[in-house]
């Protein structure tokens, strides 16, 4: 969003880089437009930094409603300047970086009562302390332990949210405790619009065709101390390789993988 990087600085930034003779293409969709085998051919080495663009779904019954919106959709839009809407009632799922953003974002976009929904406490989440602080002193505020379940209509549109309350149990695969719903506890809200925020999963179904190496959650596997694939002259880095971080990460490991491509290129 503006508030977290504004676009004039973007600009300077992505303009220093042109002037440096980088050529920039737009509206170029790798694995669809081109493949990934046709731009290796062409080049002497590939830093593959295609971030973490793809939304996950919250997977309860209604969530094809107007009015439920999945959060990386949304922040895009908004960031592009097309018209985007939110009731007055609006609700984010979630509790990483994504769902304050979107929670703030709403609020600058009319919503009057914005709140932050996350399964489990404050403890446990991914947001940063920095971040969480920032969106209660907007006067947004986090519901703890609790999930929706299920989105009912009104007309067509998204009119109510179901919830459950949750416990936590034992540590599941994240290593924080388990969210377990609370039998009995189940409560329905009024609300227009719902942003999904559950997180960002990199798109790397692209990559497969020259074999680089994925872990199980999706992400490119890299030597973490040259930024290089499995793959010779392929290297990658950033939310594609980590996972959604802070823009500092990827910038970091864009200089890291330059050091070695330069390397690389020099037979070293």
């Known amino acids: ?40 051919g062409n080049y002497d080495a590939l830093f593959i930094a295609a971030g973490a663009h793809g939304g996950m779904r919250l997977r309860v019954e209604g969530e094809e409603l107007p009015g439920v919106i999945e959060g990386i959709r949304f922040l895009r839009a908004v960031n592009l300047g097309e018209k985007v809407e939110v009731g007055k009632k609006t609700a984010v799922i979630g509790g990483g970086n994504t769902a304050v953003d979107c929670a703030r974002t709403a609020k600058r976009l009319g919503a009057e009562d914005v709140k932050i929904v996350y399964r489990r406490s404050r403890s446990e989440m991914p947001a940063s302390a920095e971040e969480t602080a920032a969106v209660e002193e907007e006067g947004i505020p986090i519901e703890f332990l609790t999930t929706p379940t299920r989105f009912f209509p009104e007309n067509g549109r998204l009119a109510k949210m179901e919830c459950v309350k949750m416990k936590l149990g034992e540590p599941d695969a994240s290593g924080r405790p388990r969210p377990i719903p609370i039998e009995g506890s189940e409560f329905t809200t009024s609300v227009d619009t719902v942003i999904a925020a559950l997180g960002q999963a990199p ?66």
Request: proline letters at 4%; hydrophobic letters at 40%; a negative charge.
């Open 1 to 40: 969003p503006e508030y977290r990087l504004p676009k004039e600085i973007l600009r300077k930034e992505i303009g220093y880089i042109q002037k440096l003779g980088v050529e920039i293409r737009t509206g170029v969709q790798v694995g669809k437009d081109i493949a990934l085998e046709e731009i290796r």
């Open 203 to 268: 798109e790397t179904e692209f990559v497969k065709e020259l074999g680089i190496s994925l872990s199980k959650r999706g992400m490119i596997e890299i030597d973490p101390e040259t930024g290089a694939t499995n793959i010779e002259g392929v290297f990658a880095g950033g939310d594609v390789v980590t996972g959604p971080a802070f823009v500092i990460d990827a910038i970091a490991a864009g200089k890291r993988a330059a050091r070695s491509i330069d390397r690389h290129l020099k037979g070293e």
